[in-house]
């Protein structure tokens, strides 16, 4: 498509068609089906048109979405708690899928990615040592850790 006008025919269709894989998914069919439905060769053709079409999405209206569904799973873990706590096997499993999947949608599985490199440089001047030393000595053990 490179090179093709943003109104051509087949551009047109391709978005058209990327929202239906896109509304099919929000209505559960698994990228199988989308793929089924929609003429796409594989699987994975469907999810790149749902990823593409996601993508479209003003981020507003993305954060939106994912509020929307935050409180779908917390609404789900509520009506699953009374069994929960009375140690249905079957809840507990889906109150741990609901709950793994809240953490993909906060990015709780995200990497802690924190910068001491201040603190760091605070506690050197406090023991008489070299700043940037203590830097490069922190950043050459971390290194080794990795």
Do not use: C
């Not at 990327?18 to 060769?41: C, H, M, P």
């Not at 001491?116 to 290194?143: L, N, S, Y």
């Amino acid at each position: 498509m490179p090179g093709e006008s943003k109104s051509s025919k087949r551009r047109i269709e391709a978005k058209e068609k990327q929202k239906q894989a896109l509304q099919l998914r929000l209505a559960g069919v698994t990228f199988d089906e989308i793929a089924e439905r929609l003429g796409y060769a594989q699987k994975s053709g469907a999810w790149h048109a749902v990823a593409k079409a996601l993508n479209d999405i003003p981020k507003r209206e993305a954060m939106d979405y994912k509020l929307l569904n935050l409180e779908r799973l917390n609404r789900a873990i509520l009506a699953l708690w009374s069994k929960v706590l009375s140690a249905d096997l079957q809840a507990i499993l889906a109150l741990v899928r609901i709950v793994a999947e809240i953490n993909k949608l906060t990015g709780a599985y995200e990497p802690l990615k924190l910068d001491i490199t201040e603190h760091i440089r605070e506690m050197a001047k406090q023991e008489g040592w070299d700043p940037d030393e203590a830097v490069r000595e922190a950043q050459r053990i971390m290194e080794g850790m990795a």
